[in-house]
């Protein structure tokens, strides 16, 4: 089995059971977002959450190795994504991402946000015009350092 068959199984499996994105992060005690990630195929899922994950979902116990391998992470079927929802993260980069840019810098210096020690959390806002949706990315700020392989800076 490879990571995009059990992630088409699990996909399959969660519809035809109606189980939520939500039951299944509570029955591992993880958090929302990364469950989903974890379940697209973003994170390995440790042993343990991974068998109850295929129980839950009614899956073989071969998925369970596959789950918990580590992923090639990052990928994206084109290089421009094409689904409506992550491309408007796109968009929302490719025009506030230089502001986020020099926001970081400004406020922390030069360095980067980490995705590696990092959450991320969605919410529903009311609003009177609709609901909004809010996306909050937390991450650990690493500031750039140069050290040499001498270890001389």
């Not at 499996?13 to 299944?24: K, N, P």
């Not at 343990?48 to 979902?57: G, Q, Y």
């Not at 929802?85 to 210096?109: C, D, M, N, P, S």
């Amino acid at each position: 089995m490879t990571r995009e068959d059990a992630t088409a199984e699990i996909l399959a499996a969660r519809l035809a059971r109606g189980l939520s994105w939500q039951q299944l992060a509570e029955a591992i005690d993880r958090p929302l977002v990364w469950t989903i990630s974890a379940l697209l195929g973003q994170h390995p899922v440790p042993v343990e959450s991974a068998e109850i994950l295929v129980e839950l979902l009614g899956l073989d116990q071969s998925a369970v190795p596959v789950l918990a391998a580590v992923p090639m992470r990052g990928g994206l079927p084109t290089a421009v994504p094409t689904d409506p929802t992550i491309y408007r993260f796109y968009e929302v980069l490719q025009v506030y991402g230089g502001a986020i840019k020099e926001l970081i810098h400004e406020e922390f210096g030069d360095g980067i946000m980490s995705a590696i020690n990092f959450s991320v959390d969605v919410e529903r806002k009311p609003h009177p015009d609709g609901d909004r949706v809010v996306v909050t990315f937390d991450g650990k700020f690493l500031p750039y350092a140069w050290t040499a392989a001498d270890g001389r800076r």
